[in-house]
Protein backbone atom coordinates (compact mmCIF):
# COMPACT_ATOMS: atom_id res chain seq x y z
CA UNK A 1 0.00 0.00 0.00
CA UNK A 2 1.12 3.32 -0.79
CA UNK A 3 1.69 6.10 1.66
CA UNK A 4 2.76 9.73 1.13
CA UNK A 5 5.25 11.60 3.22
CA UNK A 6 5.98 15.35 3.48
CA UNK A 7 9.28 16.04 1.46
CA UNK A 8 12.53 16.31 3.99
CA UNK A 9 12.27 19.69 5.71
CA UNK A 10 8.90 20.51 5.53
CA UNK A 11 6.99 20.63 9.01
CA UNK A 12 3.28 21.56 9.41
CA UNK A 13 0.91 22.42 12.31
CA UNK A 14 -3.52 23.25 12.12
CA UNK A 15 -3.94 26.91 13.81
CA UNK A 16 -7.78 28.38 13.09
CA UNK A 17 -9.10 25.32 10.80
CA UNK A 18 -5.82 26.11 8.79
CA UNK A 19 -2.73 24.03 7.73
CA UNK A 20 0.61 26.21 7.88
CA UNK A 21 3.83 24.93 6.83
CA UNK A 22 7.41 25.49 7.40
CA UNK A 23 9.87 25.05 4.34
CA UNK A 24 13.17 25.19 6.94
CA UNK A 25 15.69 24.85 3.40
CA UNK A 26 14.05 27.50 1.91
CA UNK A 27 13.31 29.20 5.13
CA UNK A 28 9.48 30.26 4.83
CA UNK A 29 6.01 29.32 5.56
CA UNK A 30 3.35 29.03 3.58
CA UNK A 31 -0.20 28.02 3.39
CA UNK A 32 -2.32 26.18 0.98
CA UNK A 33 -5.28 27.31 -1.52
CA UNK A 34 -8.52 26.34 0.65
CA UNK A 35 -9.13 23.57 -1.85
CA UNK A 36 -5.84 22.18 -1.11
CA UNK A 37 -6.10 22.06 2.58
CA UNK A 38 -9.09 20.04 2.57
CA UNK A 39 -7.22 17.52 0.20
CA UNK A 40 -4.45 17.36 2.53
CA UNK A 41 -6.61 16.81 5.23
CA UNK A 42 -7.78 14.04 3.18
CA UNK A 43 -4.53 12.43 2.72
CA UNK A 44 -4.07 12.76 6.73
CA UNK A 45 -6.89 10.51 7.10
CA UNK A 46 -6.08 8.11 5.00
CA UNK A 47 -7.20 9.04 1.52
CA UNK A 48 -5.70 9.65 -1.77
CA UNK A 49 -7.43 12.90 -3.28
CA UNK A 50 -6.41 14.13 -7.01
CA UNK A 51 -4.76 16.40 -5.55
CA UNK A 52 -2.06 14.18 -4.16
CA UNK A 53 -0.61 13.91 -7.99
CA UNK A 54 0.06 17.92 -8.26
CA UNK A 55 1.34 17.75 -4.82
CA UNK A 56 3.92 14.92 -5.29
CA UNK A 57 4.63 16.75 -8.89
CA UNK A 58 5.52 20.21 -6.51
CA UNK A 59 7.83 18.13 -4.47
CA UNK A 60 5.29 18.56 -1.29
CA UNK A 61 4.85 15.03 -0.76
CA UNK A 62 6.66 11.94 -1.69
CA UNK A 63 5.51 8.54 -1.97
CA UNK A 64 6.69 6.02 0.78
CA UNK A 65 6.61 2.01 0.54
CA UNK A 66 4.13 1.84 3.84
CA UNK A 67 0.91 3.19 4.43
CA UNK A 68 2.72 6.42 5.97
CA UNK A 69 0.62 9.41 6.76
CA UNK A 70 2.10 13.41 7.41
CA UNK A 71 2.43 14.33 11.23
CA UNK A 72 2.20 17.62 12.32
CA UNK A 73 4.74 18.77 14.87
CA UNK A 74 4.11 17.22 18.17
CA UNK A 75 4.87 20.20 20.72
CA UNK A 76 6.18 19.52 24.36
CA UNK A 77 4.69 19.49 27.65
CA UNK A 78 1.55 22.66 27.14
CA UNK A 79 3.38 25.53 29.07
CA UNK A 80 2.52 26.07 32.48
CA UNK A 81 4.97 28.39 34.44
CA UNK A 82 7.88 31.01 32.85
CA UNK A 83 10.56 32.17 34.49
CA UNK A 84 10.77 35.64 32.43
CA UNK A 85 9.62 37.75 35.08
CA UNK A 86 11.30 36.35 38.02
CA UNK A 87 13.59 39.26 39.78
CA UNK A 88 16.69 36.91 40.48
CA UNK A 89 19.89 39.09 41.08
CA UNK A 90 22.61 38.62 38.21
CA UNK A 91 25.93 40.01 37.90
CA UNK A 92 26.51 42.64 35.43
CA UNK A 93 28.76 39.93 33.84
CA UNK A 94 26.12 37.40 33.02
CA UNK A 95 24.16 39.78 31.52
CA UNK A 96 27.12 41.12 29.47
CA UNK A 97 27.74 37.35 28.44
CA UNK A 98 23.92 37.42 28.06
CA UNK A 99 24.30 40.41 25.31
CA UNK A 100 27.67 39.10 23.38
CA UNK A 101 25.48 35.35 22.65
CA UNK A 102 22.79 37.66 21.16
CA UNK A 103 24.47 38.87 19.05
CA UNK A 104 26.61 36.16 18.33
CA UNK A 105 23.50 34.68 17.37
CA UNK A 106 22.48 37.46 15.17
CA UNK A 107 25.38 37.17 13.26
CA UNK A 108 25.44 33.44 12.61
CA UNK A 109 21.90 33.48 11.24
CA UNK A 110 23.05 35.95 9.09
CA UNK A 111 25.99 34.05 7.80
CA UNK A 112 24.00 30.43 7.97
CA UNK A 113 21.28 28.86 6.78
CA UNK A 114 18.60 28.81 9.78
CA UNK A 115 18.33 24.56 8.95
CA UNK A 116 21.91 24.29 9.46
CA UNK A 117 21.83 27.15 12.53
CA UNK A 118 18.74 24.63 14.15
CA UNK A 119 21.26 21.53 12.83
CA UNK A 120 24.06 22.56 15.10
CA UNK A 121 21.56 22.89 17.79
CA UNK A 122 20.28 19.66 18.07
CA UNK A 123 24.28 17.94 17.75
CA UNK A 124 24.90 20.71 20.46
CA UNK A 125 21.81 19.07 22.95
CA UNK A 126 22.72 15.60 21.55
CA UNK A 127 26.58 15.85 22.76
CA UNK A 128 25.86 17.61 26.19
CA UNK A 129 22.91 16.49 27.91
CA UNK A 130 22.82 14.62 30.77
CA UNK A 131 22.84 17.72 33.69
CA UNK A 132 19.60 18.41 35.72
CA UNK A 133 20.11 21.89 36.01
CA UNK A 134 19.15 23.63 39.50
CA UNK A 135 16.06 26.23 39.90
CA UNK A 136 18.64 28.96 40.78
CA UNK A 137 20.69 28.56 37.86
CA UNK A 138 18.05 28.28 35.61
CA UNK A 139 16.22 31.15 36.81
CA UNK A 140 20.02 33.26 37.15
CA UNK A 141 20.39 32.41 33.09
CA UNK A 142 16.92 33.47 32.08
CA UNK A 143 17.35 36.75 34.45
CA UNK A 144 20.44 37.56 32.43
CA UNK A 145 18.75 37.81 29.25
CA UNK A 146 15.56 39.56 30.93
CA UNK A 147 18.36 42.18 32.01
CA UNK A 148 20.06 42.24 28.61
CA UNK A 149 16.65 42.94 26.89
CA UNK A 150 15.92 45.82 28.94
CA UNK A 151 19.70 47.31 28.18
CA UNK A 152 19.78 46.64 24.42
CA UNK A 153 15.82 46.12 23.40
CA UNK A 154 15.03 42.37 22.19
CA UNK A 155 12.13 43.42 20.40
CA UNK A 156 11.74 41.21 16.51
CA UNK A 157 15.02 39.43 18.66
CA UNK A 158 13.17 36.43 19.54
CA UNK A 159 14.72 33.85 17.38
CA UNK A 160 18.39 35.37 17.99
CA UNK A 161 17.97 35.38 21.50
CA UNK A 162 16.43 31.87 21.86
CA UNK A 163 18.83 30.70 20.08
CA UNK A 164 21.11 32.03 22.40
CA UNK A 165 19.66 30.73 25.82
CA UNK A 166 19.25 27.01 24.17
CA UNK A 167 22.99 26.79 23.08
CA UNK A 168 23.78 27.96 26.38
CA UNK A 169 21.32 25.95 28.57
CA UNK A 170 22.15 22.94 26.09
CA UNK A 171 26.19 24.10 27.45
CA UNK A 172 25.64 23.41 30.32
CA UNK A 173 24.40 20.00 29.72
CA UNK A 174 20.57 20.68 29.92
CA UNK A 175 17.95 19.64 27.25
CA UNK A 176 15.97 22.92 26.33
CA UNK A 177 13.28 22.52 23.64
CA UNK A 178 13.81 25.43 21.24
CA UNK A 179 10.18 25.95 19.77
CA UNK A 180 9.49 27.81 16.66
CA UNK A 181 5.21 28.66 16.84
CA UNK A 182 3.18 30.45 14.55
CA UNK A 183 -0.28 32.28 14.83
CA UNK A 184 -2.83 33.37 12.23
CA UNK A 185 -4.72 36.45 11.75
CA UNK A 186 -2.30 38.37 11.17
CA UNK A 187 0.51 35.86 10.55
CA UNK A 188 3.16 35.78 13.19
CA UNK A 189 6.06 33.50 13.97
CA UNK A 190 7.79 33.33 17.46
CA UNK A 191 10.60 31.67 18.66
CA UNK A 192 10.98 30.92 22.47
CA UNK A 193 13.09 28.27 24.46
CA UNK A 194 10.89 25.77 27.50
CA UNK A 195 12.76 23.10 29.93
CA UNK A 196 9.84 20.53 30.49
CA UNK A 197 6.66 22.96 30.50
CA UNK A 198 8.85 26.29 31.89
CA UNK A 199 9.45 28.79 29.21
CA UNK A 200 12.69 30.59 30.28
CA UNK A 201 12.87 33.49 27.85
CA UNK A 202 9.17 34.68 27.61
CA UNK A 203 6.03 35.45 29.29
CA UNK A 204 3.33 32.80 29.43
CA UNK A 205 0.55 34.86 28.12
CA UNK A 206 2.55 35.39 25.18
CA UNK A 207 3.56 31.95 23.60
CA UNK A 208 0.38 30.68 24.18
CA UNK A 209 -1.02 32.64 21.45
CA UNK A 210 1.04 30.14 19.16
CA UNK A 211 1.09 27.02 17.75
CA UNK A 212 4.26 25.23 17.72
CA UNK A 213 5.48 24.32 14.14
CA UNK A 214 8.77 23.24 14.94
CA UNK A 215 10.51 21.78 17.93
CA UNK A 216 14.21 21.11 18.11
Not at 114 to 142: F, H, M, N, P, T
Request: charged share 20%.
Amino acid sequence: MTGYALRKGLTFCRVDGRFVFLDLPRDRYFCLSPIADQAFLDVIAGESPAWVAAALRDGLLRETADDTRPVACIPPAPPRGSLHDNNQIVSRTSVLGALTRRAASRVWLRARPLKAVLDRVQERKSSRAGVELSVAQISRLAASYRRAGMLVSAHDQCLATSLAVAWQLASLGATPHLILGVKLHPFQAHCWVQLGDVVVNDQLDAVRLFTPILVV
